[in-house]
């Protein structure tokens, strides 16, 4: 079953980028709504955080560099929207780990990166609240980007480390070995 | 010493999935030194978050000098000032708590945040620098610091504050045996409502008198003297605090549940 689900994610995939019709896209993110029941707003919410900065960018350097034409505005647009939120439903309604489950060696790197994630994700909560915990008032711009460095920084350092640690974990247990 | 300065009643948290505080209820009295325990998972640091507000119940109250915490009242700015002063937190890995460029803008960023006089913030700065032994890192960048280290930069950031209330996440977790040595004296001396989690048997005599203890299922199965806890086999075992040791007495081979605790 999740081989399947697999594979009408990749046929969503080819569908969003190899078509150029508006309305075929928004007959397929109906469809991938109703697919979504109840989680339906989440998944929005979650899409619409994701791609607005990256949408907005590219709309004004679009604008900026070829004037404004709505109709290609919209088309790509919808496009990132529907490619969105059908990741992110694929990946709540599909087990990775079964998906993948026919290459030993690509469960590795599945498990590795989610609990990479995972560990990444509770980073995130926790400085998320030691700045609210702190924070008497609103904290100012110079505080914002003090504590937006220091996030970027830290999860740059942290990947670095870890991916360090990993690469000699899996040599010492014989995933490979250097040739 | 006796005034009611916490109240908890029948409290319910979950996340997503699964739930991590069921019909959770104690009070703290002012001045009291309370060690939570339980074991990894049982949910001793989503209660911290209770007690801190940033999370909120989904049943029951959390009560803070009588006033009900919610989201809403913690929107009321005068309050949130009030609260934000009184309760502090000091989270398990001190990295969460530090963004500012130098120890010194981290230790007065909370004062500064109080409108507070220059001056005065360069007094209690340097003030609690110097009781932590952090003075000579002030002009720091509070990252590079070793753990020990970064611990009393965050402590020093909240003492500053001169809080009512301090809760400590699992405080030891990161640090050598010195600076455990050190921290558990500063805990000593503090006077203050502590209240602090481990799953450390060893060292939580050290942090209290009482004990209040979160089961695996997320209840609290047991609350009072710390000591009687500790000496309690069946609470023990309840908790899943201890564990079956194996032993070999020459050729004799024998196991039993064990503590790693010392008693006077």
């Known amino acids: ?179 | 010493m006796n005034k009611e300065i916490i109240s908890i009643k029948n409290v319910k948290y979950s996340y997503e999935t699964a739930t991590v505080l069921r019909d959770v209820s104690f009070q703290v009295k002012k001045g009291e030194k309370v060690v939570i325990l339980g074991v990894n998972g049982s949910g001793k640091s989503t209660l911290l978050k209770v007690l801190n507000g940033l999370i909120f119940p989904s049943e029951g109250e959390y009560l803070y000098k009588g006033e009900r915490i919610t989201e809403k009242k913690l929107k009321d700015r005068a309050f949130n000032k009030k609260f934000r002063k009184e309760v502090v937190l000091l989270f398990q890995s001190p990295d969460s708590m530090l963004f500012n460029p130098t120890v010194y803008d981290e230790i007065a960023f909370g004062l500064r945040q109080l409108g507070e006089d220059k001056k005065v913030i360069d007094e209690k700065v340097r003030y609690w620098a110097d009781k932590m032994g952090i003075y000579r890192h002030l002009d720091r960048p509070p990252f590079n610091l070793s753990g020990g280290e970064k611990q009393k930069v965050c402590l020093a950031s909240l003492l500053v504050l001169e809080p009512k209330v301090l809760l400590l996440d699992e405080p030891t977790s990161n640090l050598d045996p010195r600076s455990t040595g050190w921290f558990i004296d500063f805990l000593y001396e503090l006077d203050k409502t502590v209240i602090t989690t481990t799953h450390n048997l060893g060292l939580a005599l050290e942090m209290g008198e009482r004990g209040i203890v979160l089961s695996e299922n997320h209840t609290v199965i047991y609350d009072g003297c710390l000591k009687k806890f500790l000496k309690d086999r069946d609470k023990l075992i309840e908790a899943n605090l201890i564990h079956i040791h194996k032993h070999r007495h020459g050729k004799v081979e024998h196991s039993h549940y064990h503590t790693h605790l010392f008693f006077d």
Request: overall charge positive; some cysteine; glycine content about 4%.
């Open chain 1, 1 to 179: 079953m999740e081989k399947i689900k697999g594979l009408l994610y990749i046929c969503g995939i080819f569908t969003f980028t190899f078509f150029h019709n508006i309305y075929l896209y928004i007959l397929l993110i109906f469809f991938l709504f109703v697919l979504s029941g109840k989680e339906f707003i989440p998944i929005v919410k979650k899409t619409l955080f994701s791609i607005t900065i990256f949408s907005s960018v590219v709309t004004a350097s679009y604008v900026f560099i070829n004037g404004f034409d709505w109709q290609y505005i919209t088309l790509v647009n919808v496009r990132v929207f529907g490619i969105t939120f059908m990741t992110f439903l694929f990946i709540k309604r599909v087990n990775l780990f079964k998906l993948f489950s026919f290459s030993e060696n690509l469960m590795f790197i599945i498990v590795l990166s989610y609990s990479q994630i995972l560990t990444f994700q509770k980073y995130l909560t926790d400085f998320r609240f030691a700045l609210k915990s702190r924070t008497i008032l609103k904290p100012d711009f110079s505080d914002r980007y003090n504590f937006f460095k220091r996030i970027v920084e830290f999860f740059m350092k942290s990947s670095l480390d870890r991916s360090k640690e990993i690469n000699m974990a899996m040599k010492s247990r014989g995933f490979y070995t250097d040739e």
